[in-house]
């Protein structure tokens, strides 16, 4: 079973706009958060990461925002740009390393 | 800068013939993954590796595939015999239980069997 549930599928913003990824888990011995970006033909590359002691962590334009009570955390792209369109994945661990991944969002950013 | 090599980047064969991929992880990095990409399935990891150990491969199809470490530069990754349903995209990743440990992914391998 999927233990880590994204959506949306896919969305379309236009530049300069706010792209919102979603995720929520339930294994509360998850320990850290990262965020995948994945360009086609590429391997999927880290974009940033979060623990589960801190609520935000930014990052240039991309922000995550952790509720720890709600197990849910969230990717947040400002002033999105064309070459931010990519597939954005979002991850969990436990202290052992096996990553469990979302399905992925599809995001692309129109001129 | 420093990079997971995977070869072959693309490999089409028939049903039935051994399939071989290779990776060379981050020199240093002590934990190997190989995970497998489908448009169905997403990113399934299929077994990793820690200091050339297999730590789980359980989610690998036993009967048919199989992962090793020969030395610390070295994952394979084989089928035998490979069908139809085995065509995806496999990346292998590396990562050092360290600091903020990421995983590092490779370009991947894209598999075809006909």
């Known amino acids: 079973q999927q233990q880590v549930k994204q959506s949306p599928q896919s969305l379309i913003v236009q530049k300069g706009g706010i792209s919102i990824i979603n995720c929520a888990y339930e294994?509360?011995?998850?320990?850290?958060f990262p965020w995948y970006q994945q360009f086609p033909g590429k391997g999927p590359a880290l974009l940033i990461a979060?623990?589960?002691?801190?609520s935000e962590k930014k990052e240039g334009r991309f922000t995550i925002s952790f509720n720890k009570s709600a197990k849910q955390f969230s990717l947040h792209i400002m002033d999105s740009q064309p070459g931010d369109s990519a597939t954005y994945f979002c991850?969990?661990?436990?202290?052992?390393?096996?990553?469990?991944f979302g399905a992925g969002t599809t995001v692309t950013v129109r001129a | 800068d420093a990079r997971v090599t995977q070869t072959p980047r693309h490999k089409v064969t028939e049903m039935g013939q051994e399939v071989t991929m290779r990776c060379q992880p981050i020199?240093?990095?002590?934990?190997v993954f190989w995970y497998r990409q489908t448009m169905m399935q997403g990113l399934e990891l299929l077994a990793y590796?820690?200091?050339?150990?297999?730590?789980?491969d359980s989610g690998m199809p036993k009967d048919r595939f199989s992962a090793e470490m020969p030395d610390a530069t070295l994952a394979t990754l084989k089928i035998q015999p490979s069908e139809p349903r085995d065509s995806a995209v496999y990346f292998c990743?590396?990562?050092?239980?360290?600091?903020?440990?990421?995983?590092?992914f490779g370009d991947g391998t894209r598999l075809s069997i006909l």
């Open positions: 990743a590396s990562g050092n239980r360290q600091g903020s440990w990421p995983q590092h």
């Open positions: 979060i623990r589960p002691d801190v």
């Open positions: 294994n509360t011995a998850f320990d850290y």
């Open positions: 590796f820690r200091n050339r150990a297999p730590l789980d």
């Open positions: 991850a969990a661990s436990i202290i052992d390393y096996k990553l469990s």
């Open positions: 020199l240093g990095h002590n934990t």
